[in-house]
């Protein structure tokens, strides 16, 4: 089997070890170990399918950077689950979830470096982004209130809305702000998560990213309003029919 075929599988393994080491320095639960090796399996799954449907050849140093969070991702859902029922340990929860954001960094500079850039490498690149800040605003809920999941959520809300209305799948401009936003986010949810800030500060961080969030979401709502009733591009007539003809 082609090693770009494996990647997947060694990610999955390399997060069962990462579980089993996160285990003995704080006790996951049976939901935490359950909900992290769903992950874990999930992801590999979709990523597999997304190089199969690529055809790719090379997996890659961006997408091995972007793997590497993605397993650091489960470890994070595994200790988010683990504290609806027992403690963990904060400061080990907040230090993978830094890391994890501090790679996000490297796997844009490793693609660009490597000219290793795909439409690929950006899905999955998202995808590991948006729930990373979906497993962080769930544990901020606790001590904030169950309205920071609409942080978590926003992304999920508007794949749904794109299900419902096909205006909502037109491929959006490139625009950098979105980076900054989701980096932001991930920064003041690791903040108020790590429990060294007091309430106030907590929940100054986290409505601040709130509000980026709901201004960058809400600036690409108008876009697509605004361009509902224009032709589609070639590209996206051509990504339309190799959804369809995979489907």
Known sequence: MPMVHLAPLLSTLAGVAGLLAVDRLSPLSAAGWTTGLAY????GALLARGLRRAR??????ANAATATRSTLVGLVTALVATSFT???AVPLLAGIAAVALALDAVDGWLARRTHGESELGARFDMEVDAFLLLALSAYVAHSLGWWVLVIGMLRYAFVAAGWALP???RTLPPRYWRKVVTAVT?????AAASGLLPFAGD??????ALALLLESFGRDVLWLAAHRRLPATRDEADQRRNVRSTT
Do not use: E, K, Q
Not at 56 to 61: E, M, Q
Not at 186 to 190: N, S, Y
């Open 56 to 61: 790719t050849s090379s997996f890659g140093w």
């Open 40 to 43: 874990l399996v999930a992801s």
């Open 203 to 208: 929940l100054a961080v986290t409505l601040l």
């Open 167 to 169: 205006w909502m799948r």
């Open 86 to 88: 027992a403690p963990v």
């Open 186 to 190: 991930g920064v003041a949810l690791v």
